[in-house]
């Protein structure tokens, strides 16, 4: 295959792979490997090559989607912090969302393999089915699960305040604005942070608006790779690292302003929390 007709679509097939595996270097080796394999392919009566090599990525996603899972969690994290880097980290969020990721995260491979190619790149559920081995009909109600997970339950008349409010914490963190994030914690506020939340590795509990503000301003660094998403029906953070949850904030409102914030790390219990796209 002529490699200047692979890198046409090279833009769209790295974005596929980022969708699929959550991971910039990830998805870099994918569309590597899928030259390599359209390099030593016969592409000389493919009608659509665009098609046909967006099939050959998305099968090599799903390879290493499959790997992934039989690997311990332990070293699959390890690698995972290692590769990536705050520059591929702020490119995934611009292009997909730190909460989409999270989420598809949480899908089986082939939850979001359909999902993926269907929901965002338009691709035929009669063209995914054969990927996956399932039927066209099965292959549907895969990507119709994912997409439920994606939005979430029904949203709450008051979500619309507490996403505003969410932003708004999100915002001041950044850009260390400690007056901002006063101004949307209740004064009787309570912080309670696990410890494989925190660097220092031992929970803590803080109370009062002015300690919790000047708790998250000490997590600047940290914000730049969170984002507002639902946990657990309500608007809160999450912070992702490589495409996975590793941290999330969970809130509590009370007239429009955050009573309690639960940061969660623990792994056991972010696995236990309901994610879902905010705004979707």
Known sequence: MDAGLFEQHRSRLRAVAYRMLGSAAEAEDAVQDAWLR????????????????????????????????????????????????????????????????????????????????????????????????????????????????????????????????????????????????????????VLRADAAALPMGRPVVISGASPVARSAMASAGRAMVTEVALVNGSAGLVMAVGGRLAVALVFTFAGGLITEIDVIGDRDRLAGLDIAVAGV
């Open 38 to 189: 359209a390099d030593r392919a016969d592409t000389s009566d493919v009608a659509n090559l665009g098609a046909w090599l967006t099939t050959v990525v998305a099968r090599v996603c799903l390879n290493m989607l499959r790997s992934r899972e039989q690997r311990r969690e332990d070293s699959f994290d390890i690698e995972v912090v290692a590769q990536e880097t705050p520059e591929q980290e702020a490119e995934l969020a611009d292009s997909v969302g730190l909460a989409m990721l999270v989420v598809l995260d949480r899908l089986t491979p082939a939850e979001r393999l359909a999902f993926v190619l269907h929901d965002m790149f338009a691709v035929p559920f009669d063209d995914i089915a054969p990927m996956i081995e399932k039927s066209t009909a099965a292959t549907r109600q895969l990507a119709s699960r994912a997409r439920r997970r994606v939005r979430g339950a029904e949203h709450k008349p008051d979500l619309v305040r507490q996403r505003e409010v969410a932003e708004a914490y999100l915002a001041a963190t950044r850009g260390g604005d400690f007056e901002a994030l006063v101004t949307l914690l209740d004064p009787d506020v």
